[in-house]
Nanobody, 113 residues
Framework: QVQLVESGGGLVQAGGSLSLSCAAS????????MGWYRQAPGKQRELVAT?????EENYSDSVKGRFTISRDKNTANLQMNSLKSEDTAVYYC?????????WGQGTQVTVSA
């Protein structure tokens, strides 16, 4: 019954910034972990950033120092700065609690060089 509502995404030039947001709707509890994954054309889906309900953060090496994840209960935000063409991908929100896992529909982020 948990639905992830994503917002943000779009087209931005290299060096620019973009912000994504994800809200877990219909959950009676705070999700243990929320975050973002991405998948570029011809590549596997990969971790971008996650945060637990306790505030523990995890980032992929490729985005460390440029992206920042934040949470407010069941809402997760991803601030993306100094964007590169390599960041172009479909970004998916993810949330988990015990055996329950939810995925967003995905939002396109395109970085133009």
């Amino acid at each position: 019954q948990v639905q992830l509502v994503e917002s943000g995404g779009g087209l931005v030039q290299a060096g620019g910034s973009l912000s994504l947001s994800c809200a877990a709707s219909g959950s009676p509890v705070i999700m243990y972990i929320m975050g973002w994954y991405r998948q570029a054309p011809g590549k596997q889906r990969e971790l971008v950033a996650t945060m637990t309900s306790g505030g523990e953060e995890n980032y992929s090496d490729s985005v460390k120092g440029r992206f920042t994840i934040s949470r407010d209960k069941n809402t997760a935000n991803l601030q993306m700065n100094s964007l590169k063409s390599e960041d172009t991908a479909v970004y998916y929100c993810n949330a988990r609690f015990l055996t329950v896992e939810s995925w967003g529909q995905g939002t396109q982020v395109t970085v133009s060089a």
